[in-house]
């Protein structure tokens, strides 16, 4: 079946650096991907909706900036924390739809940002 | 706007025992709902889904749900569970939305 992977599955990373988290659609094309956020104990908020060769669009409250998020290609799409802090540290999932229309995804195994 | 309420945080239960996580949904059009589990430090991994039709649904891992319109819910059933089922049990609507989380834990 469909896999969705992300890269890397953990990372630390100094206050005030950047780091980049990839999410690749193995053996599909994925036009949309999505992007969460989900703190510990709690759920998935979605942070941002990437689009293949345009820019992706923010929920409300989610500042832009820090979180760029670029989908070069019809299967990878990268979430880029610039300037990161400790209050950054989350567990970061994407998403892809399957095709359809029916709103199901195929979910990244996620990867755990701690910002030190 | 389309929203799920998942009524409990966590639900305790005996293994061989059955179990039901309730979700609860609100939206003004037709809805797609959705079940996910994920286990510690893993995404998610899809359940159930109700996109039309019979309003029972079953799924993996012997799960199944019953779309009930006229109370707007989706609630998650087992008849027997087992330890492995211990797990964060997320409900889910169309639009991206996840409830708060419902976390199964089965006891020996």
């Known amino acids: 079946g469909a896999v969705v992977s992300q890269h890397p599955s953990w990372v630390i990373c100094k206050s005030g650096t950047s780091v980049k988290i990839e999410c690749r659609s193995l053996d599909f094309q994925a036009t949309t991907m999505f992007w969460y956020r989900q703190f510990p104990k709690q759920s998935l908020m979605l942070m941002a909706t990437s689009n293949e060769g345009s820019k992706a669009t923010y929920e409300q409250g989610v500042e832009k900036d820090k979180f760029l998020i670029n989908h070069a290609s019809l299967t990878l799409s990268t979430l880029t924390v610039t300037s990161a802090h400790p209050e950054d540290s989350s567990f970061y999932i994407c998403?892809?739809?399957?095709?359809?229309?029916?709103?199901?995804?195929?979910f990244g195994p996620g990867t755990r940002l701690t910002v030190t | 706007a389309q929203s799920v309420t998942q009524l409990d945080s966590q639900v305790p239960v005996f293994e061989e025992a059955p179990v039901e996580l309730r979700c609860n949904y609100s939206s003004s059009v037709s809805v797609y709902l959705f079940w996910y589990v994920q286990y510690p430090n893993q995404g998610l991994q899809l359940l159930l889904k109700y996109l039309s039709g019979s309003t029972l649904v079953k799924g993996i891992n012997g799960f199944e749900a019953e779309f009930n319109k006229s109370q707007t819910s989706f609630h998650l059933r087992k008849p027997s569970v087992h330890i492995s089922d211990t797990a964060e049990y997320f409900c889910?609507?169309?639009?991206?939305?996840f409830g708060a989380g419902t976390r199964l834990t089965v006891k020996p």
């Open positions: 889910a609507v169309s639009n991206m939305r």
């Open positions: 998403s892809a739809p399957i095709a359809g229309g029916s709103y199901e995804q195929y």
